[in-house]
């Protein structure tokens, strides 16, 4: 399971400032589709919250992790609005704006 959660480490790295991923997503990159919840328990122990940024990961409604394990859901709602995301009326991330799509890098 290390070896699992250092790969997810290293996908949530590349989720650039301004986009968010959801922990399904996470888990379908790395080849794992049903491992969400382990996506979950890798953020919620990460090593290195300064170089890992663990914030930039919803679920799939675009709601914040109540849990958040740096600080709860303000910290995490405030590092994402430092970044330029905008949440809706409810709280919610816009998926459609703001989800990253890492398939649009690879076109070129």
Not at 68 to 88: C, H
């Amino acid at each position: 399971m290390e070896k699992f959660f250092e790969n997810v480490y290293n996908v949530v790295k590349d989720i650039p400032k301004g986009k968010v991923a959801t922990y399904g997503q996470i888990a379908k990159i790395l080849g794992a589709p049903k491992y969400s919840q382990i996506v979950g328990y890798a953020l919620h122990s990460n090593p290195n919250p300064k170089e890992i940024p663990c914030h930039r990961v919803v679920n799939r409604f675009g709601q914040l992790c109540s849990g958040f394990a740096f600080g709860g859901a303000n910290a995490q709602r405030e590092k994402l609005e430092s970044e330029g995301i905008v949440f809706e009326k409810d709280g919610t991330i816009n998926m459609k704006k703001y989800q990253w799509n890492p398939q649009l890098l690879d076109i070129g």
